[in-house]
């Protein structure tokens, strides 16, 4: 079956930091991704991980570890704008579609 | 999200009327996929291509059909719609080669079934 969890709403301050945390369970693994998603709009690419360890890229980060099955991003220097949901996925190499399989989001709030 | 297109924009039916979806790419793309998300559910899987002439199953794609006729377009169809398909639908593209780790969505399709 195919797995992804992810905590559905998170609440930070301004200037902080917070990380978002991705447990999945998957039939097959070709990379993670996360993505953010203002509200009314498109999901936006943030990273991607395919091999263990973390990437980073400016204020966010990401980690994977695939013995485990998790992955978190990490939002340094919160900002207002930051106020989104962030969306953990996995790509599936499946039937060769590579479809990306969605957990269900995380809104974060960034309170000033 | 240039050039990924998807019209209409947003749409009111009746349950029991049909309407079709159109996904339009400008970026060569093999891959196209119709995603719908759904409060709380994140994006579901409906229907995908992995080229001109073939589509698949996703995750939920009872009461869709679609067609990939043209390399560039990706068409979604309701055939007789229900309230349960009320939802925001979302069309993405990938390539097939290197760069392909990316994914492009379009703006969504905000329908409403009444």
């Known amino acids: 079956g195919q797995n992804i969890d992810q905590p559905t709403e998170m609440t930070a301050t301004e200037g902080a930091i917070v990380q978002i945390n991705c447990t999945y369970q998957t039939s097959g693994f070709n990379g993670l991704f996360w993505y953010q998603q203002h509200a009314g709009e498109a999901p936006t690419f943030l990273s991607y991980n395919v091999l263990d360890g973390l990437e980073e890229k400016g204020r966010f980060s990401s980690f994977l570890s695939r013995s485990k099955g998790y992955s978190y991003l990490l939002l340094k220097e919160l900002q207002m704008k930051d106020s989104a949901s962030y969306l953990c996925?996995?790509?599936?190499?499946?039937?060769?579609?590579?479809?990306?399989?969605f957990g269900s989001g995380t809104r974060l709030l960034v309170r000033p | 999200n240039a050039g990924v297109t998807q019209t209409p924009k947003f749409r009111v039916l009746k349950t029991g009327q049909s309407m079709t979806l159109l996904c339009a790419q400008d970026?060569?793309?093999?891959?196209m996929y119709w995603y719908r998300q759904d409060p709380g559910m994140g994006l579901r899987l409906i229907h995908y291509s992995v080229g001109e002439g073939t589509t698949a199953k996703g995750e939920v794609p009872d009461g869709y059909n679609v067609s990939r006729l043209k390399k560039q377009n990706f068409l979604l169809g309701l055939e007789s719609a229900a309230p349960s398909q009320t939802s925001v639908y979302f069309c993405a593209t990938r390539s097939r080669g290197i760069e392909g780790n990316t994914i492009y969505f379009g703006e969504g399709s905000w329908l409403t079934v009444v």
């Open positions: 996925a996995v790509r599936d190499p499946g039937d060769s579609s590579y479809k990306l399989i």
């Open positions: 970026m060569n793309h093999e891959y």
